[in-house]
C-alpha cells in the first residue's frame, strides 16, 4: 500500500485536488477518523457509463448487520446485504503454480474467441495493477481508448478514477488490480449482451479466484448487477458491504457510481468519496 501521510501539508496535489472539489476538507481516511457513508434514501439515476437504462427490478433492501464485531466505526456505516454468495470457480485445469495460472489465463484472454466482440477489437483489455493487490477495481468493458492501448480505464474517466485513487493514497500501479467485466470492446460503447456476459464473465471470476483480493469495488451498475447477480439498482446496492464466496472466503464487496457517470454528474462525486471511505472501513475491520 502507498504510504499514508499524515495531514494536509503531507498531501499531493493531485490528492489535495480532489478533496477540494468535493469539499472535502477533512481527511475522513485517517486512522481514528469516522466514515460517514449512509445508505442513500432516494432513487438514483443509471450510472452506467453507456447511455441506455434498463429495467430496473426493485431493491430486496438490506439487512442491517455488523461487518466487524466490536468496531463501533464500522458498524455504523457498514451493512451486511444477504445475497446469496457466489461461489467463484476455478478451472480444473489451473496450473498449481499461481504465477503460471495468471500466465495462462493471460494468455486465454489474449486469443479468445468465444463471442462477437473479437471481430471489432483492436486488442483485449485482461487488466493492469499487480496480482498480488490487496483491491480490485471492477469496470464495465473497454472503451475505444482502452481498447486503442490495452489498459483498462486510460480515457477521461481513468484520469478521474485515478485522482479518486490517489484521494486515498492508492495507486493503479502499486496497490489495486484494474480488470471489467468484459474483455474486448462492444461496438459504439454499447451495454454488453447476456451472451457476451456469459462467455466472458468467467475470465473476471478466474482473476477473482487467482488475485484473492481482500476487497472489491465496483464501479457501476452493469458490473454492480453482473458480479452480484442481482438487478437491483446502483443507488441501492451502494452504502452496503456485500459478500462473494471465493475458494470458501468470503470477500467484501463495495459498489460504487462509475467514473464516466461521476464525469456527467459531479455533485455525485461526495458519494463516490463516501464510497471509497466505507471501502476504507473494510479493509481496516478485516486488519
Ligand atoms: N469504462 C469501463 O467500465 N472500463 C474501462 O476500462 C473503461 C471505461
Known sequence: MATERNGAEGMSAVRRAWL??????????????????APPAAPEPDASP???????????????????????????????????????????????????????????VRDCMACGLCKGRTQTVFGTGSPKARWLLVGEAPGEQEDKQGAPFVGRSGKLLDSMLASIARSRQQDVFIANVIKCRPPGNRDPLPEEVARCSPYLMRQISLINPEMILVLGRFAAQTLLETDARIGSLRGKVHSLSVAGRPVPVVVSYHPAYLLRSPAEKVKAWQDLQLALSVGRARN
Open 20 to 37: 477540494r472539489e468535493l469539499g472535502v476538507e477533512r481527511l475522513w481516511n485517517l486512522p481514528g477518523a469516522v466514515a460517514s457513508a
Open 50 to 108: 453507456a447511455a441506455q437504462e434498463e429495467p430496473m427490478a426493485p431493491s430486496p433492501g438490506p439487512v442491517p448487520a455488523p461487518v466487524a464485531a466490536g468496531s463501533e466505526r464500522v458498524e455504523s456505516v457498514a451493512f451486511v446485504q444477504e445475497i446469496p454468495a457466489q461461489e467463484i470457480p476455478v478451472p480444473a485445469a489451473t496450473p498449481a503454480d499461481p504465477g503460471q495460472a495468471w500466465a495462462a489465463l493471460q494468455d486465454e
